[in-house]
């Protein structure tokens, strides 16, 4: 589900089916790495759609948590720490983060939620079918990774 009002109708009428949220982390700068944060961006939303259409009922896919780049790390475990109180208050189980940023490597394992960092891919000079199929196979993966979670119920 979306974060969006006609899925939270389903979501309130169904709450106790879904025990998964998924937070995208995307970073944003302004300097340097303008262009790669947009393209860190631009990935996870992309993996994210579909994902959320698979397991529409199971989980709510909320907005991504955007966040400067060059904040510390311990800022953004603060704000994540905020965000896991209130999705158990909410009854989640499972709480699953998705980045390209590889600094939130270095702070997973202080998360209770999982981490789930993956490297952006450059998109934009890609022809599309070869692209598709790059994102599909992340995509399947991504599906693995769920659906291995929810069978060992980490």
């Known amino acids: 589900m979306k974060w969006v009002s006609k899925d939270m109708d389903m979501y309130l009428g169904a709450k106790e089916y879904v025990d998964t949220v998924v937070l995208p982390l ?18 996870i939303s992309l993996l994210t759609i579909p994902l959320e ?12 948590y955007t ?5 510390s790390d311990d800022s953004r475990l603060q704000v994540i720490k905020h965000w896991e109180t209130e999705f158990k208050k909410s ?12 600094g939130w490597r270095t702070i997973e394992d202080k998360c209770e939620g999982t981490v789930i960092w ?15 199929s790059i994102l599909e196979d992340q995509i399947g993966q991504l599906i693995h990774l769920f659906v291995k979670k929810w069978q060992n119920n980490d």
């Open 67 to 71: 966040y400067l780049k060059s904040d």
């Open 118 to 132: 993956l490297p952006s891919l450059p998109l934009e000079n890609m022809d599309e079918k070869y692209r598709n």
């Open 91 to 102: 009854g989640f189980k499972h709480m699953i983060y998705i980045t390209s940023d590889s």
């Open 26 to 43: 995307l970073p944003i700068s302004f300097g340097d790495d303008l262009k790669q944060t947009a393209s860190m961006t631009e990935f």
């Open 53 to 64: 259409r698979q397991f529409k009922g199971r989980l709510m896919m909320l907005p991504g």
